[in-house]
Every structure is written in C-alpha cells, then in structure tokens.
C-alpha cells in the first residue's frame, strides 16, 4: 500500500513562491507515474500536473495551461519524493493541493490514479 503524504502549503501574496513535497512509502516509487491535482472551494478536482520516470536522467511532465510557466514538477527518486514548484501565484491558485500516485504512466485524469495523499492547503490572498 503506497502512503503518499504533502507539505508545504501555506499563505501566500499573490506574486508569491511556494514549493510543495509529497512524501512517498510503500510502494516502487520510481515506477509509479506522479501527479498534482487541485480543488478549489465549490469546484471539481483539477489538474495541475504529472510526472514520470523513463530511466537514467530522463523525465516527461505535463502541466495544465493555468499553470504553465509558473509551475514545475520534478521527482526525487532517491527520496521517494516529488515536488511542485509554484511561482508567479495568483489568487486563483487557491485550492487544496493533492498529491497522487498511479501504476504506470503519467496521466492528467484523476479518475487513473491510484493513490492518493490527504492535501495540503494553498492559500493566495494579500
């Protein structure tokens, strides 16, 4: 059973950084294609963007176009670990923040995901 667990959010000015890290346990991590999906108040889970691993220094990611230039993924396969690099925030970036694991691939459909962590929560307000 893979456990998955974030951190890092927090409250930010809009224009702000914020670095999330999902934490990852029991499971082959480096196989597993990784995402981030959001949720905001009184909306569907959305999603931000994945990642996988095909060997050596090689990795393909996806992000949806909200967030495109302002936010990366990246994974740490030695630390079981991967993270969502947010720059350039906005208002609208608020949300709650999940971290999710599947068997395989990467994949921007939350419904292909397998595991998945408890949130952390993002908040952009001045």
């Known amino acids: 059973q893979v456990q998955l667990v974030e951190s890092g959010g927090g409250l930010v000015q809009p224009g702000g950084s914020l670095k999330l890290s999902c934490a990852a346990s029991?499971?082959?991590?480096?196989?597993?294609?990784m995402g981030w999906f959001r949720q905001a108040p009184g909306k569907g889970r959305e999603f931000v963007a994945a990642i996988n691993w095909i060997g050596s220094s090689t990795y393909y990611a996806d992000y949806a176009d909200s967030v495109k230039g302002r936010f990366t993924i990246s994974r740490d396969n030695a630390k079981n670990t991967v993270y969502l690099q947010m720059n350039s925030l906005k208002p609208e970036d608020t949300a709650v923040y999940y971290c999710?694991?599947?068997?395989?691939?990467?994949?921007?459909?939350?419904?292909?995901?397998?595991?998945w962590g408890q949130g952390t929560q993002v908040t952009v307000s001045s």
């Open positions: 029991g499971g082959a991590f480096s196989s597993y294609g």
């Open positions: 999710a694991a599947r068997i395989g691939s990467r994949s921007p459909l939350s419904h292909e995901y397998n595991y």
